[in-house]
């Protein structure tokens, strides 16, 4: 069964750091693009960045584009967002998500994901 598990998050002032981490099991994690989602409170889920398979090309939304990073880690089957210089407004629940395909094309698009993780929350507040 294909899974995938975030963890990371949690409370932290602006201007501080934090690392997500997306933990795949049933399949190979570099076979398909990877995505980080987030939805705040009232608002519509968005795509903040992916990670193509094979290459490992990335893609950030301009919103997080600077202070986020998306990463790979071939042996430990992870994805990881590590989020730089953080704002009260990237307050989330934070995804990750497997896409049915290999490029990050509309890596934005719900419907190009078929398997989602839990969700890890995210609060940046003083």
């Known amino acids: 069964q294909m899974q995938l598990v975030e963890s990371g998050g949690g409370l932290v002032q602006p201007g501080r750091s934090l690392r997500l981490s997306c933990a795949a099991s049933g399949f190979t994690l570099d076979t398909r693009a990877i995505g980080w989602f987030r939805q705040a409170p009232g608002k519509e889920r968005e795509g903040v960045s992916c990670?193509?398979?094979?290459?490992?090309?990335?893609y950030y939304a301009d919103s997080v584009k600077g202070r986020f990073t998306i990463s790979r880690d071939r042996a430990k089957n992870t994805v990881y967002l590590q989020m730089n210089s953080l704002k009260p407004e990237d307050t989330a629940v934070y995804y990750c998500?497997?896409?049915?395909?290999?490029?990050?094309?509309?890596?934005?698009?719900?419907?190009?994901?078929?398997?989602w993780g839990q969700g890890t929350q995210v609060t940046v507040s003083s």
């Open positions: 998500a497997k896409s049915r395909y290999s490029s990050c094309s509309n890596y934005g698009s719900n419907l190009r994901y078929d398997v």
């Open positions: 990670i193509s398979s094979g290459d490992g090309n990335t």
